[in-house]
């Protein structure tokens, strides 16, 4: 397979160059696994802007329990991360720590929370993946921030990766409306992950797919690269995010 065409090289690209798109809210650009569910209950999903208008480049790792309670791991304070948006979906605080991203092969990466997660994430193409990376690169630039077509769009992509209810517009559970980018999409193949000294198990669908107001976590792994638009902020509307926890 073309070395140009693995994920690593895109994300690399992407990292390398990092490149918000056009507007006056709160944007970001950047590499994730979208979401992954484990048989077990567990859910993991991984952001890694290296730009964003509301935060410097920074990486969270979210994780939620088989009760449905949410932690926000980040390298940077929650008004600097993704509980600017998501706070509120739990009580746990925001945490504030090292998080590492090491790629192992050009299809296989891990990531580390020292003394707390190491996680592993085998990803592939698919004919799905492929085909929702050649609509997008198809697309007007206009069309991501149209919502009837994010609509259209979060619909086929639900229905072609098996993944459920697919949002790729709404409102996030702190109130600012979000429009979500996926640009390059490939499946999750296999994974493993170790939290707290527990392994999660296998990665397979939950019983019922977790919803964070609006944003439905996939129900199956998906790994992207994307844009996305947040709201501007506005404390007469909107929940800011909590306290920050810190380790290591």
């Given at each position: ?158 229905l072609t990766l098996g993944a459920g209810d697919i949002r790729l ?54 790994c992207v690269i994307g844009t996305g638009h947040f709201e501007n902020f506005d404390e007469s509307a909107h929940i800011r995010a ?7």
């Amino acid at each position: 397979m073309n070395k140009t065409h693995t994920p690593h090289d895109a994300v690399k690209a992407v990292l390398d160059n990092p490149v918000l798109p056009d507007g006056d809210d709160e944007r970001f650009a950047g590499f994730g696994v979208m979401g992954l569910p484990f048989e077990s209950g567990h859910y993991l999903a991984l952001r890694q802007f290296p730009t964003a208008s509301f935060a410097p480049a920074y990486l969270s790792v979210w994780h939620r329990d088989p009760a449905g309670n949410w932690t926000f791991y980040a390298t940077t304070p929650a008004e600097q991360s993704c509980a600017r948006y998501f706070s509120s979906a739990t009580d746990n605080d925001a945490v504030q720590c090292d998080i590492e991203i090491d790629w192992i092969t050009p299809w296989w990466f891990r990531v580390t929370i020292p003394g707390l997660l190491a996680w592993s994430v085998h990803m592939k193409s698919t004919f799905a993946s492929r085909m929702l990376t050649r609509i997008a690169g198809r697309l007007p630039e206009s069309a991501w921030t149209n919502r009837s077509m994010l609509g259209v769009i979060g619909r086929t992509a639900g229905l072609t990766l098996g993944a459920g209810d697919i949002r790729l517009s709404g409102a996030a559970p702190n109130g600012q409306h979000f429009m979500v980018a996926p640009r390059k999409v490939w499946a999750v193949s296999a994974s493993r992950a170790v939290l707290r000294g527990q392994d999660l198990g296998p990665i397979g669908r939950l019983a019922e797919q977790a919803k964070l107001a609006d944003f439905r976590p996939p129900q199956s792994g998906i790994c992207v690269i994307g844009t996305g638009h947040f709201e501007n902020f506005d404390e007469s509307a909107h929940i800011r995010a909590g306290d920050t926890a810190l380790i290591g």
